[in-house]
């Protein structure tokens, strides 16, 4: 017996002319509805905490959705949703307006954009790369309502892992408390762990400041979402098309990044900030960067500067500052920051709320597809540019993220075994020895779930 329930959209999907119905229906394609169905899933599991998506879907194999068109716009209609997604019937606004969320950036701004679905990929592609990726990205948060010319400069970007101890997660509360306490408003990835701490810590800083307004922004990707459901604090969403989009979505509207502790994606997104920051064009950027987490995780964060240092440089460990310890610090730290910030966006003219001056070369903007052939090619050398070796380097860990909890990931693991990862001796020693300190800490899968490498490092 089927449970069917209909939606009406909220937000800018409630109101829809004939021509975006059409555009709509349009992009329903088979591949297309299968990520739209699974995006649907994964936010009605909104604050379910596992990151197996293939769980989830068998779990929940009967679930459906379909867009049932009316004159004024379109019904939403869920078949055998998730019972937790409801309240003595009815589904709780958040997850409401996340399906809308779905709608919106799955269906309406793909077509937009041209985006084509690669059914082998289970990924989401624009037609379009090169500068105009920034535009698409600015396009899809100005449709998310994500952007505003009278809000002020107090996003902070929060990453870290998913996969983190109860210590750790209430350090990343704690932080999240002082910023909120300093009105600042929190950007995460949007799921567990580092992602929720920071945004629960700041809900509570802003009750107290009286302040109704907080934002609670998160951006993900189709390929993931599943994996990292939306935690249940999360009151905006925004789901790019791919990581690179998701990456560049962060450091537009970031005016301050803290990075906790985590794993190989939280080692992707300092690569990514630290080859932006490396390149000759951003040299004057003003992003603060801060690494912090517990006192008892100093030897964590002196294992990362000690890597960074040996593959990008001393130049690249000046762009970042380690508090350990110290959650007050790290929101004084940020908040009198904030200030040069709004400065030298004024002085270059750029907005206060994305950054465009900020350049972003293609190599970090092109979609890095991993494949066992893809990863094998990657250009592990010490001898090449350092903005190039950190945007192989993010590659290189985007790719075993890939293969720890993206379902198509992990099938080509299952199929093929186990990433091949080629470089340079000395290069491959350091890697190895980082990413089996991660394995150790448990910082590869939730909840203490046994790990079994998805990658195998190789010296040439």
């Excluded at 009967?62 to 055998?80: Q, S």
């Excluded at 399906?99 to 624009?126: N, P, Q, W």
């Excluded at 990456?247 to 005016?255: D, G, K, M, S, T």
Aim: charge should be negative.
């Amino acid at each position: 017996m089927n449970n069917t329930f209909q939606l009406n959209p909220v937000g800018w999907v409630s109101q829809l002319s004939q021509l975006e119905l059409t555009l709509l229906e349009q992009s329903t394609t088979d591949d297309l509805y299968q990520i739209f169905r699974n995006c649907c899933l994964a936010v009605l599991n909104s604050g379910v905490e596992q990151d197996d998506a293939d769980a989830l879907f068998e779990k929940y194999k009967d679930f459906e959705v379909k867009l049932v068109r009316r004159e004024r716009g379109v019904k939403i209609e869920l078949i055998n949703p998730p019972e937790t997604a409801f309240v003595d019937g009815k589904l709780i606004a958040g997850a409401h307006e996340h399906i809308c969320s779905v709608l919106r950036d799955m269906l309406y701004m793909s077509s937009k954009h041209g985006a084509e679905f690669d059914s082998r990929k289970h990924r989401i592609h624009t037609t379009f790369e090169g500068s105009i990726t920034s535009h698409v990205v600015f396009d899809m948060m100005r449709h998310a309502n994500a952007l505003g010319t009278a809000e002020p400069a107090d996003m902070i970007v929060c990453w870290g892992g998913h996969s983190i101890v109860q210590e750790e997660y209430k350090y990343t509360k704690e932080v999240g408390y002082q910023l909120g306490l300093r009105a600042m408003n929190i950007c995460t990835g949007c799921g567990p762990g580092a992602m929720k701490g920071p945004m629960k810590g700041a809900a509570i800083g802003h009750a107290k400041q009286r302040i109704k307004t907080g934002r609670y922004l998160g951006i993900t990707e189709p390929s993931i979402i599943a994996a990292e459901p939306p935690n249940a604090i999360v009151n905006e969403l925004i789901i790019m098309p791919d990581i690179e989009k998701r990456l560049e979505a962060f450091v537009r509207i970031a005016h301050g990044i803290v990075i906790f502790p985590g794993g190989v994606g939280t080692a992707e997104e300092l690569l990514y900030i630290l080859g932006l920051l490396l390149e000759d064009k951003n040299k004057e950027q003003v992003i603060p960067l801060v690494l912090t987490g517990p006192e008892s995780r100093k030897d964590y964060f002196d294992a990362i500067d000690a890597f960074i240092g040996s593959t990008l440089g001393k130049e690249a460990q000046q762009k970042y500052k380690i508090i350990v310890g110290n959650p007050e610090h790290v929101a004084s730290e940020l908040n009198k920051s904030l200030n040069m910030v709004k400065e030298y966006r004024k002085n270059s003219g750029d907005s206060y709320n994305f950054n465009w001056t900020l350049d972003i070369p293609l190599d970090f903007q092109v979609p890095f597809i991993p494949t066992h052939d893809s990863m094998k090619e990657l250009n592990l050398s010490l001898e090449q540019p350092i903005s190039s070796l950190a945007a192989n380097l993010r590659k290189c860990f985007s790719g075993i993220v890939a293969g720890n909890v993206k379902s198509e990931g992990i099938e080509q693991i299952t199929q093929n075994g186990p990433f091949e990862i080629h470089g340079d001796a000395s290069l491959m020693k350091k890697m190895d020895i980082m990413l089996s300190s991660f394995a150790d800490q448990g910082r590869m899968k939730l909840n203490g779930a046994p790990y079994k490498p998805c990658y195998k490092v190789i010296s040439r």
